[in-house]
């Protein structure tokens, strides 16, 4: 993306904008909330080029945020997008998009509404699989940050299945990824992207980040370079925030 591009980021209290529009500071940002107010968000789909929708539910005891957010918001901010012409808009869907469950309802019905674009705006629907970072919120979806929380805090962490095999990215290398995807133009056409990923089973992750909150430097052969690096970042970017 060249540095003039103009982009509004939706979802300012998520990791994910919030890592976005860090990894991004060279470009012209807006980073809000929906809840700032529609006007508000109206005007700023207006004045961007490419528009990022964070928000979303990814996990809550009450089954009504899901509908409230990830389905009524997300209709909602669809249909502004429609009253805009030459926007790029960028949705986030899951890796479980197809569980039966209402997670996994809505992350489709997200990609449903990408589907739509229609005239001289574009849509990308990006499947994620777990995206990590020293600010993600640790007991929430994030086992990397929770993991790094619990050794910190010599807390025990509870592994069901040490053996699982997980899908991971670093939010640094994510925000490098999109940013070609979004180099390229495609008006009037819905695409997937697939980030590349690490794969690492639940085992040998919650180990590997015990070595490195004790300080061994990582040399498992069975993690890949992105994840070495990632976790390594992680860790030195965890030891300057206030726990």
């Given at each position: 993306m060249t540095p003039n591009k103009k982009i509004c980021i939706l979802g300012k209290n998520s990791f994910l904008a919030n890592g976005l529009a860090k990894y991004w500071g060279s470009f012209s940002i807006r980073i809000l909330s929906i809840t700032d107010g529609w006007d508000d968000v109206k005007q700023a789909v207006i004045w961007a080029d490419i528009v990022i929708n964070c928000t979303g539910v990814s996990r809550s005891e009450n089954e009504s945020d899901f509908f409230r957010?990830?389905?009524?918001?997300?209709?909602?901010?669809?249909?502004?997008?429609?009253?805009?012409?030459?926007?790029?808009?960028?949705?986030?869907?899951?890796?479980?998009?197809?569980?039966?469950?209402?997670?996994?309802?809505?992350?489709?019905?997200?990609?449903?509404?990408?589907?739509?674009?229609?005239?001289?705006?574009?849509?990308?629907?990006?499947?994620?699989?777990?995206?990590y970072g020293a600010e993600a919120r640790p007991n929430y979806v994030s086992v990397v940050s929770t993991f790094f929380y619990n050794n910190i805090m010599n807390l025990e962490s509870q592994i069901i299945d040490p053996d699982k095999l997980i899908q991971l990215i670093h939010i640094r290398r994510l925000a490098e990824e999109l940013r070609l995807v979004l180099e390229v133009d495609h008006k009037g056409e819905s695409r997937m992207f697939f980030p590349p990923h690490s794969e690492v089973t639940v085992g040998n992750l919650y180990e590997s980040i015990g070595h490195l909150c004790s300080k061994v430097i990582l040399r498992d052969s069975s993690l890949d370079e992105d994840l070495v690096s990632g976790l390594t970042e992680t860790y030195n970017d965890i030891l300057e925030l206030d726990l």
């Open positions: 957010i990830n389905f009524h918001y997300n209709s909602i901010l669809f249909d502004v997008i429609k009253e805009v012409e030459c926007t790029k808009y960028v949705t986030f869907s899951s890796i479980h998009y197809s569980n039966m469950d209402v997670y996994g309802y809505s992350q489709r019905y997200k990609e449903y509404l990408a589907g739509c674009v229609t005239g001289s705006n574009s849509s990308v629907i990006v499947r994620l699989p777990g995206v």
